[in-house]
């Protein structure tokens, strides 16, 4: 199964609840950090980080010897990331996607291909968890091609935990897409309540079920709750404004290990997963 723990906004408390559900189940399982722009899963699960990968991927590379300028690449290219002005070929790698459209229109073969560094993927464990996060370089914007990188360490069949970027843009997406149960974390404020509806509507886009994780429950009012229950989302955990979670969290310490109390109640929200996804597949 490959939960995905996700927020429409930061701050949420989304790396609390996805690194307390991992320690608190204590089995082997997989731990995907794909807020690749600023992971901190690490800071709480406290992994042995034991490789790291470079990640770079495909940007065009113009042979001007061999070019007519004929315009075509640039054509082709929805995001501006070839032109051609005059008889020079400008490439912006920044803006590329690596398609691959300007090399197969190219009637002169004078493009090839080159790499261009993304940034880094760290493995490692915490006991019975396996630990992968993504590292996205400084000052680059194209997160989704590391989240995929990121999500290539599933291991079918094992249990995966994905922290998904905060917000309902593509790095979402990419971290939500193909998975089996989407757990979304909010706060039953007027921005909780606003960001929450926009995560809804995305889940909703991908089809995929999901689940309710309401943090500093016992601040704000019930419009959070009134919408869950009209949109037919189960509230799966309550978690209070508590000083002693906000000073564990503050030193980078889970809140299962310093309120054992709290270990099955995090582990019921997987539980609680499992009975709701069963009873899905009954209804079909």
């Not at 731990?31 to 990968?53: A, M, W, Y």
């Not at 315009?71 to 005059?86: L, M, P, Y």
């Not at 790698?93 to 090839?112: F, Q, R, T, Y």
């Not at 914007?141 to 094992?158: F, H, N």
């Amino acid at each position: 199964m490959i939960i995905s723990v996700a927020s429409g906004k930061g701050g949420t408390g989304k790396t609390t609840v996805s690194t307390n559900m991992a320690l608190a189940l204590g089995e082997k399982l997989t731990f995907l950090d794909c807020d690749v722009e600023e992971p901190n899963g690490h800071l709480f699960l406290k992994p042995k980080i034991e490789q790291v990968e470079r990640v770079s991927i495909a940007v065009p590379l113009v042979d001007e010897a061999k070019c007519t300028f004929c315009k075509k690449c640039s054509d082709i290219c929805r995001f501006n990331a070839i032109v051609v002005v005059g008889s020079s070929v400008l490439v912006f790698k920044d803006l590329c996607h690596s398609c691959g459209g300007c090399m197969v229109v190219c009637p002169e073969n004078a493009i090839s291909e080159t790499g261009r560094e993304l940034g880094t993927i760290e493995y490692g464990h915490r006991d019975a968890i396996r630990f992968v996060q993504g590292r996205l370089r400084i000052g680059e914007a194209m997160s989704p091609p590391m989240i995929k990188k990121v999500r290539e360490a599933t291991i079918p069949g094992e249990l995966t935990i994905i922290d998904a970027p905060p917000g309902t843009s593509c790095p979402v997406i990419a971290a939500m897409k193909g998975t089996d149960f989407v757990l979304m974390v909010t706060e039953p404020t007027p921005f909780g309540l606003h960001d929450l509806k926009l995560a809804v509507e995305a889940v909703k886009l991908l089809g995929i079920p999901a689940g309710l994780v309401i943090n500093r429950c016992d601040i704000g009012d019930r419009k959070v709750y009134e919408y869950a229950e009209k949109q037919n989302i189960p509230i799966l955990l309550e978690i209070p404004f508590d000083r002693k979670m906000a000073e564990a969290y503050s030193w980078g310490q889970c809140i299962v290990e310093v309120m054992p109390e709290w270990k099955d109640k995090f582990k019921g929200i997987y539980r609680d997963i499992e009975l709701h996804l069963e009873g899905l597949k009954e209804t079909v």
